[in-house]
């Protein structure tokens, strides 16, 4: 059974943006996460009575879009096309300034979380963007609580040399 078009209209209204934010922590390419919010949001029309029944849809999606930005990622370096943005040359790191309009010290937390290994992006990402329990970052993650906070344990360390390094120690 489709859902019915005002129905999911509402649905995606609600949720695409947060999708798109959530993946803009962890992606600085805008084709790509334009490519996974998409996939992400066609994934939850095809199984709309499943999503409609879930009790966590934020969960879900979030889990989604990760599957999806992780295989848009593997596909572009199937292909040998680069899509970190401090890989390209004379090109400016598409830092999502223009789109977003973020200040300054927010673009320089952005881009230094883009750096950390990706278990530890996506669980700082959830937490600060969506300020979310470490419990509902687990179920995101797939993971314990307890790895969620080793993540946060050691991305904010990193994080702190990295904006220090960005500040010239003033952090």
Known sequence: MKPEPAEFAEFFTQWEPHVR???VWLEGDLALIDDATQETMISAHRYWLRVQKLE???AWLFKVARQRLAKA???RKQQGVITDPHEMPGRKSATCED????REDQLAILSAVRK???QQAVAVALQLQHDLPLREIALIMGITVGSVKTHLHHARATLETLLSDVDGGAR
Not at 99 to 102: A, E, K, P
């Open 56 to 58: 966590n849809v934020r």
């Open 21 to 23: 934010r959530y993946l």
């Open 73 to 75: 990622q593997q596909l």
């Open 116 to 118: 950390l290994p990706r």
């Open 99 to 102: 789109v977003l309009s973020l």
